[in-house]
């Protein structure tokens, strides 16, 4: 159901997180359809008071996990496939693409870290 503006007309999604305090997070997981990777995500609230929770994923491509957290968190997403076949991590913020990849090398999984 869509929130309703000052209008009486729907509010997107992104629209409200800028004016609450929440933002809507999306990450993608893409690759060869079908495909099974595995990986994990995590969320560090803005309060670093507050424990990191994070949850590992077993899936087959393509997958997303929609989720809200408190503004400023940091969010990061890895992905890899036991065939070698290449993985692309995306990570979204209220609507615009964020992130940044943080990890390279020979063993590294595909990474994401969007601040």
Known sequence: ????????????ASLLA????????????????????????SIQDADFNKPVRVE???????????FSSSKNSIVS?????TTGNQVTVEIYKNG????????VGSGVPANKVCE
């Open 56 to 66: 590992s994923i077993h899936l087959k491509l393509p997958h997303k996990v929609d």
């Open 1 to 12: 159901m869509a929130a309703i503006g000052f209008a009486g007309k729907p509010v997107a």
């Open 77 to 81: 997403a890895t992905g890899f496939a």
């Open 18 to 41: 800028l004016t609450s305090n929440q933002d809507q997070y999306q990450i993608k997981w893409q690759g060869v359809s079908g495909q099974e990777i595995f990986g994990s995500y």
């Open 96 to 103: 615009l693409k964020c992130g940044k990849t943080v990890m």
